[in-house]
């Protein structure tokens, strides 16, 4: 079996399985949704937080951090869910 096919759930035959190639972008598209967050997230509280870079971070340093992740995470969290809401909305009015 090649690659490409066992990578795409091919069996050896050439047929290529639909539902596990899209399950497959899927985590992909959730993988790297998920590495632009965390991506945004750190340059958005370092910008914030830290004004002077050095070897550590101090006492203030940390607890801005801290809760600036915490605030991002709420924020996109909050939007996230609008978002599914809104697509479901939509959906059910097709």
């Given at each position: 079996m090649d690659g490409f096919s066992s990578d795409f759930g091919?069996?050896?035959?050439?047929k290529l399985d639909p539902g596990l190639i899209m399950e497959q972008v899927k985590v992909q598209i959730?993988?790297?949704n998920a590495q632009e967050l965390l991506q945004r997230m750190t340059d958005k509280c370092f910008r914030k937080?830290?004004?002077k870079p050095g070897g550590s971070l101090d006492n203030s340093e940390?607890?801005?951090?801290?809760?600036?992740?915490?605030?991002?995470?709420?924020?996109w969290n909050t939007?996230?869910?609008?978002?599914?809401?809104?697509?479901?909305?939509?959906?059910a009015n097709m």
């Open positions: 091919g069996s050896g035959g050439g959730a993988v790297a937080c830290i004004g940390q607890k801005c951090i801290a809760m600036c992740m915490d605030r991002y995470m709420d924020a939007v996230s869910r609008a978002y599914n809401s809104r697509l479901q909305r939509e959906r």
